[in-house]
């Protein structure tokens, strides 16, 4: 099933502008991923954040959890054309032996 | 896509066959998995393998299977019996124990004629 449902399921922006993705996921977690999918490709992993971490920064990359809420986003700052992809969450619930994903994000970066 | 291999990139299949998928991998992971994406969809595991000679299915077993001789290879026939294999197929692996960062390869399409 299902657990990660990604909002939006598509996003068209700028380059240079910021675009920002939330994920909103079902049941308790060890940590929550996020992937990035460029067309007709495989996965590239992109950051992790464990469940009592809040917020983490990677190169333009910011990812925050709110395990109250149960949802995270991933924020990408100063966003360039070749940022264009499907951006996929990923979550590990605790118990499990694989990762759940959701539907992901398609993003576009006009240039 | 790291050091995992999938071949071929793009496979067709006539309606009753059976075709294999091949996923190699030279990472050294323990772990590997099968997932299949369809469009506008995120994954959904088929099958994994924490060790050589062991696999466990996944959320949508049905129709495929797989072997693991070698901790290297994973291959996953897409049998008869599953009536909808038209999707992305992609091959993923992890250390043991660390599932939760996998190594993503290439894909392979399937076509189903």
């Known amino acids: 099933s299902q657990q990660g449902e990604e909002d939006p399921q598509a996003l068209s922006i700028q380059e240079g502008e910021n675009a920002t993705m939330n994920c909103s996921y079902k049941?308790?977690?060890?940590?929550l991923q996020w992937y990035r999918q460029n067309s007709g490709r495989g996965l590239v992993h992109l950051i992790l954040?464990?469940?009592?971490?809040r917020e983490k920064h990677s190169g333009r990359l910011r990812v925050t959890l709110d395990t109250s809420k149960k949802s995270s986003s991933l924020l990408i700052t100063a966003s360039r054309a070749a940022d264009t992809a499907s951006y996929f969450c990923a979550t590990l619930a605790r118990g499990a032996d694989g990762l759940t994903f959701g539907k992901g994000t398609h993003l576009i970066i006009q240039p | 896509d790291g050091g995992i291999t999938q071949s071929p990139k793009y496979l067709f299949r006539k309606e009753g066959q059976n075709v294999t998928l091949s996923c190699e991998q030279n990472?050294?992971?323990?772990?590997m998995y099968w997932y299949r994406q369809d469009p506008g969809q995120g994954l959904r595991l088929i099958y994994y393998?924490?060790?050589?000679?062991?696999?466990q299915k996944g959320d949508i077993a049905e129709g495929y299977s797989v072997s693991r001789e070698k901790k290297e290879s994973f291959p996953l026939t897409v049998t008869s019996a599953q009536k909808n294999p038209t999707a992305f197929y992609l091959c993923a692996s992890s250390i043991l124990g660390n599932q939760e960062t996998q190594y993503f390869g290439p894909g392979t399409r399937l076509l189903v004629l």
């Open positions: 049941t308790s977690i060890n940590n």
């Open positions: 954040i464990r469940s009592n971490e």
């Open positions: 990472l050294n992971h323990d772990a």
């Open positions: 393998s924490q060790i050589v000679n062991d696999f």
